[in-house]
Structures are given as structure tokens and as C-alpha cells.
């Protein structure tokens, strides 16, 4: 049995149930971090417990949806919950995504608890040179 004492824990503990877990009509939220990495975009959600069977992630037009849900373990019949404080249920992110990300190429990897997104720039969104014709000959600058 698992006794500690905390006098917040207790606080945090009311407000989830008065909350209650996420469901799909209201889910939690789950953090995350955005951020730059050369050509592509990193999103990186944390979802520890969540199986890779139970992420669902979506992308229309320029929204992308991720949807997670954290399911109880399967407990026998000689099992009884001394302590539950893991939350249960469903959570979500939308993210609205910029025009200048290549939303056909999300590639999504699941490791440790962390659900990695990559989203590559797309190429009308790189930097390139564009030639300037002065008197008869071309000059390149970078646009």
C-alpha cells in the first residue's frame, strides 16, 4: 500500500474529478513542443501510457487533429486499486498549419511516450535565387 502525504495532492486530485477524465465530446489536452529543425517543422506531443493503436491523427486543409486515448490496464479479479492518479481518457490538440508547410509528407513516429511529428516546408516556401536580366547579361540574387 502506498501512503504519502501531500497537502496539493489532494487539491489536484478533487479538481480532476470534478473535472472528470477527457472524453471524445470534451477532451484534455495533452502538451506539446513546436519547433524548427532545418527544412521541416517538429511537433512533439506528450501522451506517456497512451498505446500507439489509440493515436489517431488527422490533417484537413491546413488543421491538424491528434487524438489520444489512455485506457485502463486490464486488471484480474484478485486486484484491488490502492492508489489511481494516472488520468484516464481521451485527450486532443488541434494545430492550425501554415500554407508554407507540405502537409502530404507528415511522417509521425511513437517512442517512449512522445508522439513525434515532422512536417517538411514546402518548396514554394524555401528561399531560392531568381536571375535578373541587366542590359544582356544575367545577375543572381537571393530572393
Do not use: C
Not at 478533487?14 to 532545418?38: F, I, K, N, V
Not at 484491488?80 to 481518457?89: I, T
Not at 481521451?90 to 512522445?114: K, N, P, W
Request: hydrophobic share 40%; proline share 6%.
Amino acid at each position: 500500500m502506498l501512503m504519502r502525504t501531500d497537502p496539493f495532492r489532494e487539491l489536484d486530485r478533487l479538481t480532476q474529478h470534478l473535472m472528470g477524465p477527457g472524453t471524445w465530446s470534451r477532451p484534455s489536452a495533452m502538451p506539446m513542443d513546436a519547433y524548427r529543425e532545418g527544412d521541416q517543422y517538429v511537433v512533439a506531443f506528450d501522451l506517456p501510457g497512451v498505446t500507439a493503436d489509440a493515436i489517431d491523427i488527422d490533417v484537413e486543409r491546413n488543421m491538424l487533429t491528434v487524438k489520444a486515448e489512455r485506457r485502463p490496464v486490464a486488471k484480474g479479479d484478485d486486484v484491488q486499486m490502492e492508489l489511481s492518479e494516472r488520468p484516464l481518457g481521451a485527450f486532443s490538440r488541434q494545430i492550425m498549419l501554415a500554407d508554407t508547410l507540405d502537409t502530404e509528407h507528415i511522417t509521425a513516429d511513437y517512442d517512449a511516450g512522445v508522439l513525434t511529428l515532422r512536417i517538411p516546408i514546402a518548396e514554394r516556401a524555401k528561399p531560392r535565387k531568381i536571375s535578373i536580366g541587366v542590359g544582356s547579361g544575367h545577375k543572381e540574387i537571393s530572393g
